[in-house]
Every structure is written in C-alpha cells, then in structure tokens.
C-alpha cells in the first residue's frame, strides 16, 4: 500500500522543503494549503512529474472547525492511507500589549494549537493502522518568548505541552515529536539591525537553512523509538539563551 504524509503550510519555505524531502523519501505527499494556491499546484506539479500520481493539494482553513473536517473527509473519500502528519502550518505576527484583538488571539491559537492537536486527533486511526508518527514544528520561542509577538509565543509553548501529551495520548502504535527551529527563515517583516542581532547571540554564527529541518524530520519519521521529544534546531542557541529578537 502506497503510502502518505500530510504536510499542513506545505506550499511555501520550511512546509515546501519538507514535503520535497519526504517525497523523495518515497511518501505519496498531501499538500495543504490556506490561501497559496499557486504555490501549491506548482510544488503538487513539480513532485508529480518526479512521480506520477504522488502529490495532491488540498485547501483548508485550519481557524474553522468544519474546514477540518472537510479536510480528514477528503482524505477518508479518497482512501488516502496517511501514515504521517507534519503539523507546519503556522501563524505568526506581532500583538503588543495594548494591541490585542479576541480576533487575534483566536487566530493564533486556532492555527499554532488548536489545529495541530485536532488533525493529530481525527488522523489517529489512520496513523495507528498504519504505525505513522505525527511531527509537530514548534519554535525556540515556545520556551522563551519573543518581545511584542506573547500570543504567538504562548500557542508554541502549548503546542509543545501537546506534543508530549500526545506522544502518551497516541502511544503505543503513534510516535510523536517536535521540531523547534531557532534563525532558519527571516520573517518577512524582519529588517538588517534586529537580523544581525539574532545572529550575534547564535554560537554558530549563521543563518540555518530549510533543509536543517527538513533533514531533521526525515531521521524523525523513520526512527521507531524515538517519541515524546522535542529537537531545537537552532545553532546553539537556546544553549546559552537570548533576549529579545
């Protein structure tokens, strides 16, 4: 049986490089999209052309409940034996005491927390029968928060405390993990002074590159006896703490 990994925010930057990775890893790849079509359909064409029949898109909003449902329906309708779940999909913007909507406050709950742990739910009998495993990407900022951005950084931090509770939830015949990336992409809003700041207070030294986490989650996803853990990929970093950016 052919089988599959379901990459949520699969169209763009870490979600991209994670689904070229575990398809040439040989899994048959998901790809959900919220809004990026365009990035999706070409992924979808690029990894069909290396293999036929190997790539679907699907559209969700992970924020709405029955568009989860209508996700894990779609996949059931068309018998898609997934026996991994990378939870990538994620929403990150700035929310500065005194600048906090309710609006907000759901959205990042509903797509960093909320979302991750509901697939990783409503997937279970698939990813049992099949003894899959479910990834979850977390951030350094989950265990030290990042200035003005306390929302996001508190769904991260929860979003790990899932992760482990799932791992027992889910445990014996469902491994999960998380990922947590320290510098790998800059945020779009990012400019050149708070960049080299990140990059002062990293031993290394640099910038890590996608395919750090996509490597990562490969070793992950075949590894039989590693569960209820939680990977920073963040050079050095968080060895040494930080402040601020």
């Known amino acids: 049986m052919t089988t599959w990994a379901l990459v949520t925010g699969a169209a763009k930057r870490i979600g991209h490089a994670i689904a070229v990775q575990l398809h040439d890893d040989g899994y048959n790849i998901v790809i959900h999209y919220g ?7 070409a992924l979808c064409d690029k990894l069909n052309t290396k293999r036929g029949d190997s790539a679907i898109i699907m559209q969700a909003d992970l924020t709405n409940s029955d568009a989860i449902d209508s996700l894990i329906a779609e996949i059931n309708s068309l018998a898609i034996s997934v026996s991994v779940l990378i939870n990538n999909a ?3 913007y700035p929310t500065p005491i005194g600048e906090t909507s309710f609006l907000k406050v759901q959205q990042l709950l509903a797509t960093n927390l909320i ?21 979850n990407l977390l951030d ?10 306390g929302l996001y ?14 791992a ?5 015949n469902i491994r999960v993990n998380g990922v ?9 809003q990012s400019d050149e002074p708070s960049q080299q700041a990140v990059l002062s207070a990293i031993p290394l030294a640099k910038l890590g590159q996608v395919n750090d986490i996509a490597g990562l989650i490969s070793h992950l996803v075949s590894a039989p006896y590693i569960s209820g853990q939680v990977i920073a990929v963040d050079g050095g970093r968080s060895a040494v703490g930080f402040m601020g950016a």
């Not at 947590?180 to 779009?188: D, F, N, V, Y």
């Open 180 to 188: 947590s990336p320290g510098a790998i992409l800059w945020p779009e």
């Open 90 to 92: 994620s929403c990150f």
């Open 35 to 41: 809004q990026s079509i365009d990035e999706a359909q």
């Open 140 to 149: 350094i900022h989950g265990k030290r928060p990042l200035k003005d951005h």
């Open 168 to 172: 027992q939830e889910l445990a014996p």
């Open 153 to 166: 950084s508190i769904s991260k931090a929860a979003l790990e405390m899932a992760t482990l509770s799932l």
């Open 115 to 135: 979302a991750p742990y509901l697939l990783a739910e409503k997937l279970s009998p698939l990813l049992e029968a099949n003894k899959g495993c479910v990834i």
